[in-house]
Each structure stands twice: as C-alpha cells, then as structure tokens.
C-alpha cells in the first residue's frame, strides 16, 4: 500500500500556482519560501501541469529558471521534484555513470530497488534524455562481477508474483555453495538466483539458506565478498526483504558516515516521497532512536534544510 509523504494538493489551480512561481522567479530577489510551498505539496503529476501552465504564460521552461536562480544543494532539490519519477531516475544514473568518478552506490540504490516496470520506464528516459543506452553505459563504465550483476539487473527480467516452494531448497544449496567456492561461475549462479528470482521465491530461498548453513544470507554475503559487489548483492537482499527499511538504512549511514551526504539524501527523500517514505520514516525512528526529521534538522540549514523538511512531513513533534 502506498505510504507517502505527498499527495495531490485538494483544490488544486495549475494556473494560480505558475503564476505565483513566476512571481517568485522573476521579482528582484528569488521568494523562496514560495517556491518550497508549491512544489513540496504537489504530488509530480501535479508539478508537471504546473510547468505546462508556465510555458504557456510565460513561453519559458520551469527548470531552466529554476536553475538559472537557484544554487547548490536547494537547487538540486527543486529541480529533482520537476523530474518524473522514470526521468529522475535516469537523470541520477547519468550522473553516476558520467561523472568524474562512477558514483557506486547511486546505481545500487536505484537498480536493486525498481520493479521491471520501473527499470523498463528509466531505461526509456535514459535513451530519451541522454540518447544513450542505458546497458551500454553500464557495461563501459563498471567491472567485473557488480558490472555482471548491474546489467542483469538493468534487464528488468525478476519473475513476477511467482513462488515455487520445491525448488526453493536447491536454490539455496546453490547460494551457499557460491558462498563457499567463490569461483566466476558460482558468483554468476549467485547474481542470476538474486536478480531473477520473484521476491515471493526468494523469501523462501533465503529461509532454507538459513536452514541449511544456519546463518543469515546477509552475513554469509558479507563474510565471503567485497566491495561493491557484496555491496549489490546485500542491497538486492534487503531491498526483497523490506525497501522501507533499506532506505532508511541509506539515509542514515548517508546523513551520518558520510558527513551528510547530499547527493543521497535528496535522491532518496525525492524518489520515495510518493512510494514509502512514511513507511521509510517509521523504520528510521524505530530503528536509530532519532527521527528522520531531528537528523536533517540537525544537519542541513536554510531553504535546502526547510525543503527537506517539507519533503520529508511530520515528525515535528519527535524533534
């Protein structure tokens, strides 16, 4: 079910709301506050008739002006919210892909987590945008194994709702001898099983892995590979078990091993607004003592710091 944190805005005037964003964009200084009511309280359907409506008024595009007056960690965060959610997410690949460095995590938070569905819409907006494939990128850009394992996952081919009890137990089998062995073909057995598997299966699987081995498939992971690789693998296991919680995970090694790390905590907040960010909010607080809230609070300021905020709702009173 889905738990956001946005929703569609009741009442709602694409109209009046381009019209007050024009106002704030060309006054003589940039009205923030306004900026941040707007578009943190529309869901993004909503944003993007927003920014028809301000083509058509002012024969410019939002984003553009919105980065021609923004700066910094603010900016990233207004303009991500005008992005749909398949475009957002090929926007951020790009990035991690083409940047000065291949940012590793941004493409194991975002390919473990997607559905086909999503994996088939952000590989569209990839070529779209970027008039790039998507696999090719990958497959230039990464190595070894992780690169193996991103590409099957860039294929969007998991099953479906599809659970087979009887062959549960040899999947296992099959996974802890990868874990054991460690050798090129059983590290391809291991990524085939975890990217293809339906998530009902792989329930299953990882009970009889605990059966058999008498230790938890994350552990096992960890123990016996490194680098991005584990990285990916224990990704693609939490996000089976609980996305709410993985996430929650990010955000805090994010805000707190990283030194805030912006880039993750945007992409996160963004992407997860409209899906689960209550859910990801709950587990947060459980999980760590502190909310959500009290940690951006804690660490970022100004406008960026009240978008944030807005994105992430509630839990003022947990400050």
């Not at 941040?36 to 984003?63: F, H, K, P, V, W």
């Not at 850009?141 to 040899?170: I, V």
């Not at 689960?276 to 951006?296: A, M, V, W």
């Amino acid at each position: 079910q889905i738990q956001g944190t946005i929703f569609p805005a009741p009442n709602f005037n694409p109209i009046m709301d381009a019209q007050l964003l024009g106002g704030a964009l060309q006054g003589i200084s940039c009205e923030k506050d306004v900026l941040i009511d707007i578009l943190t309280q529309r869901c993004n359907s909503q944003r993007l008739m927003i920014a028809e409506a301000y083509r058509d008024m002012y024969g410019r595009d939002l984003i553009t002006d919105l980065k021609e007056n923004l700066s910094h960690h603010f900016k990233e965060v207004m303009v991500g919210l005008m992005y749909p959610p398949a475009s957002y997410d090929a926007h951020e690949l790009w990035h991690a892909l083409k940047g000065v460095d291949t940012e590793e995590k941004c493409l194991i938070d975002i390919l473990a987590s997607r559905s086909n569905m999503e994996i088939f819409q952000m590989k569209e907006a990839y070529l779209m945008q970027y008039n790039n494939d998507l696999q090719q990128d990958i497959d230039s850009e990464t190595s070894g194994h992780f690169r193996d394992t991103l590409m099957n996952l860039a294929q969007g081919t998991r099953m479906e709702g599809y659970a087979d009890p009887s062959t549960a137990a040899q999947d296992a089998m099959i996974l802890w001898e990868a874990c054991q062995q460690k050798t090129g073909e059983h590290k391809n057995m291991l990524q085939m099983i975890l990217c293809n598997k339906s998530y009902q299966q792989l329930w299953m699987v990882f009970q009889e892995f605990q059966n058999i081995s008498g230790q938890d498939i994350v552990d096992a992971i960890n123990e016996c590979y490194d680098g991005y690789f584990q990285e990916l693998l224990v990704a693609i296991v939490l996000c089976v078990r609980d996305k709410p919680s993985y996430f929650a995970y990010r955000l805090y090694n994010a805000i707190h091993d990283f030194g805030f790390h912006n880039k993750t905590v945007i992409r996160i907040l963004i992407a997860r607004s409209e899906i689960d960010l209550l859910n990801i909010r709950r587990q947060y607080k459980e999980r760590y003592g502190k909310s959500l809230f009290h940690d951006i609070k804690h660490f970022a300021s100004g406008h960026y710091e009240s978008a944030l905020l807005a994105i992430c709702a509630g839990d003022a009173e947990d400050y």
